[in-house]
């Protein structure tokens, strides 16, 4: 069903709700699941005119080369978007499972059986291998291998911050693929305005797992509500177009928004107050032991 476009430079646009609007994309960056991977799916296409063009034991060959080829394609993009996933993030695990070097022995084996079906021998095989695993890996570059954000720092306490920011990932995918049953692009917009404040929340107990304690009613209780809200909303308005539910939906979502956005900001006066106090410590010792900051200047 077609949307109409919506926003407040719109015929029927909407003053502002107080909050500063403030780009869903702010910070994005350009994903690079798209292009050289897409290639990657429809390089392998031809072989299955190989296939039906051959005998019985080339058949299997092509068919089998294509399986390996698609599911090569389809590991390295999934790892190149679990690698977006760990680099946006300051303090994140390395992926489990190294998808993208998966890929490369994936492609490399898939050329060779190919090779196998077009050529007798082990040595076109061989020579497909090598070249299919060097250039993919070449390509794509390995799999992140270690953890981040984590040395000098507790380990448990950033486990325990690695596991609430998944988890809050999950509710905020949730909403998002939710909110797209509503056929509502405004509704869409402003979730997407509120997941940005969840964001700034989710750096800042990243920068500083400190935080995680007096945000955690945030990314979970709450977090969990708006997505179970979210849900019903959707589901409601699918079928109903109930003006009503959307607006008071719209207020729930301004209201958060406001409350996370308020709450960061506390997260972050309280870091600069531990700073302050630090900085004051570390003064009286240096005045203790005879040593004044302004006369080393």
Not at 144 to 164: C, F, L, N, S, W
Request: hydrophobic content about 40%; charged content about 25%; aromatic content about 8%.
């Amino acid at each position: 069903m077609a949307q109409r476009f919506g926003g407040k430079h719109s015929p029927d646009g909407k003053p502002s709700d107080g909050i500063p609007e403030r780009g869903a994309y702010q910070g994005a960056r350009r994903t690079q699941a798209g292009g050289r991977v897409n290639v990657l799916f429809l390089a392998p296409l031809p072989l299955i005119w190989a296939a039906f063009t051959s005998g019985p034991t080339g058949l299997a060959l092509y068919l089998a080369a294509l399986g390996l080829l698609l599911l090569a394609a389809w590991l390295t993009r999934e790892g190149i978007v679990a690698q977006e996933s760990y680099e946006a993030r300051k303090v994140a695990r390395a992926p489990g499972f190294p998808r993208k070097m998966a890929g490369s022995a994936l492609t490399g084996l898939g050329l060779a059986v190919a090779g196998c079906a077009s050529a007798g021998g082990l040595v076109v095989p061989v020579i497909y291998a090598a070249l299919g695993c060097v250039l993919h890996f070449f390509a794509f570059g390995p799999d992140p291998m270690r953890d981040k954000g984590m040395e000098g720092i507790d380990k448990a306490q950033t486990d325990r911050v690695a596991r609430v920011v998944d988890k809050a990932e999950s509710y905020l995918s949730g909403m998002t693929d939710a909110i797209k049953r509503a056929g509502d692009r405004q509704a869409e917009a402003r979730l997407e305005r509120f997941q940005v404040s969840v964001r700034d929340m989710l750096r800042t107990v990243e920068d500083d797992p400190r935080d995680l304690t007096a945000a955690r009613k945030y990314l979970g209780v709450y977090l969990m509500g708006a997505r179970d809200a979210t849900v019903k909303f959707a589901d409601i308005y699918s079928r109903s177009r109930d003006a009503g539910a959307r607006s008071d939906y719209m207020i729930l979502l301004t209201d958060l928004e406001e409350n996370f956005t308020a709450k960061t900001r506390k997260l972050l006066t309280d870091n600069n107050s531990d700073l302050e106090i630090e900085i004051s410590v570390l003064r009286d010792r240096l005045a203790r032991e005879g040593i004044r900051l302004d006369d080393t200047q």
